[in-house]
Structure formats: C-alpha cells, structure tokens
T-cell receptor, first 110, second 113 residues
Framework: RKEVEQDPGPFNVPEGATVAFNCTYSNSASQSFFWYRQDCRKEPKLLMSVYSSGNEDGRFTAQLNRASQYISLLIRDSKLSDSATYLCVVIRRGTYKYIFGTGTRLKVLA | ETGVTQSPTHLIKTRGQQVTLRCSSQSGHNTVSWYQQALGQGPQFIFQYYREEENGRGNFPPRFSGLQFPNYSSELNVNALELDDSALYLC????????????FGQGTRLTVV
C-alpha cells in the first residue's frame, strides 16, 4: 500500500460544477500537508497548504481530518483553466521529504 | 515564476552514460530537494541538501548522487544510466529545513536510449 493514495481519475466535470478530491495517508506521524497543481509536462505549483482548521482560498477549500487520515480539496465553480493534475503532498514528522500521491487528473469541459 | 531554475530543460543520453543536472535555488532558500517523476506518477524523493550537507535520502541507488554549493545551488549526478532513469527530474527549494512549502523548477526531462 502506498503511503499517500489518491484516485487517479480522470474526473470530467462541466464548467461551473463543484468537484472534490480526497487523499488518504497511512502514516499517523505525518505533520504537514499540501495540495499542488501540475499542468501537463510542467512542474508542480503550490496550490495551498492544508491546516487542521481547514482553509479557503477563493474557490478552493482544503480540509484535514487527522482522525481518519485524509485531506480533501474542494473546487467550486470550476473553470476550464482548472484542468490539471492535483497532487496531494504529505511530510512525515522527523523527515523533510515530500511524499506525493500519484495525482488526480481533472478535466473541466465547456 | 518561482525563481528556481534548472538546466538543461531536455537531455538525451545513452544507456551507461553519466549525466549532471543543475539547479539554482530561489533567493533566500538554503534547502534543495531533488525528485524523479516518471510518466503518470507523482514525484519521488531522491535526496535533500541543507547547507551543503545531504539531509535525507529516498530509495534510490548510490549511482544517484548530489552536491550543494555555498550559494545553495545544487547538482544531481546519475552514473551508469539505465532506461528506467528516463523521467522528469525536479528540483525544489525551500527556506530553512523542509517542513514548509517548496517551490519547484521547471524540471529537466531526461531520456535514456
């Protein structure tokens, strides 16, 4: 079992839709969490950090559930430009390495 | 733009050869990490350098080695290239330590033939 797991998708949604991605992690010692966005053949770019209290940035909301060991990303009012792969990232306590999920591919359709 | 630059952007090498990839970190960042991303996969951690010392290593063989220089730029060296080494190699820089957000360069796409 991988330490960080995501549904690879693809998720095909119409413009304006709300879409949610989940990511589960297996190591309870994980301490930092992020969502990155990666466009085709480009580098990952930080979308948002994920805090225990949850956080929102415009149309994007991230949540962390430590008890169930998952993080989520909600995208409201999807835009064509949201089409990308969304990577879940976890840092385990006592280490410095980012552990990536395989990513969830989103395609927003006109 | 993140301020993290990598060179070259593309590279084709023959199996058995050696390759050096380079990374300039963002100003003010003293930590550099390297990742390998195969097609359709998430990036896999190779190693991290903090103030010129290796600060952690992933499950990669010793033929993957690195350096960090006093200006915090970094190199990734791969010896005895194998076909499976074909991937996008990403460099990420972050401020002190590594628990904060990391910023990635555009990557080097290595093809081994």
């Amino acid at each position: 079992r991988k330490e960080v797991e995501q549904d690879p998708g693809p998720f095909n949604v119409p413009e304006g839709a709300t879409v949610a991605f989940n990511c589960t992690y297996s190591n309870s010692a994980s301490q930092s969490f992020f969502w990155y966005r990666q466009d085709c053949r480009k580098e990952p770019k930080l979308l948002m950090s994920v805090y225990s209290s949850g956080n929102e940035d415009g149309r994007f909301t991230a949540q962390l559930n430590r008890a169930s060991q998952y993080i989520s990303l909600l995208i409201r009012d999807s835009k064509l430009s949201d089409s990308a792969t969304y990577l879940c990232v976890v840092i385990r306590r006592g280490t410095y390495k980012y552990i990536f999920g395989t990513g969830t591919r989103l395609k927003v359709l006109a | 733009e993140t301020g993290v630059t990598q060179s070259p952007t593309h590279l084709i090498k023959t199996r058995g050869q050696q390759v050096t990839l380079r990374c300039s970190s963002q100003s003010g960042h003293n930590t550099v990490s390297w990742y390998q991303q195969a097609l359709g996969q998430g990036p896999q951690f190779i190693f991290q350098y903090y103030r010129e010392e290796e600060n952690g290593r992933g499950n990669f063989p010793p033929r993957f080695s690195g350096l960090q220089f006093p200006n915090y730029s970094s190199e990734l060296n791969v010896n005895a290239l194998e076909l499976d080494d074909s991937a996008l190699y990403l460099c990420a820089s972050s401020p002190t330590g590594g628990f904060t957000e990391a910023f990635f360069g555009q990557g080097t796409r290595l093809t081994v033939v």
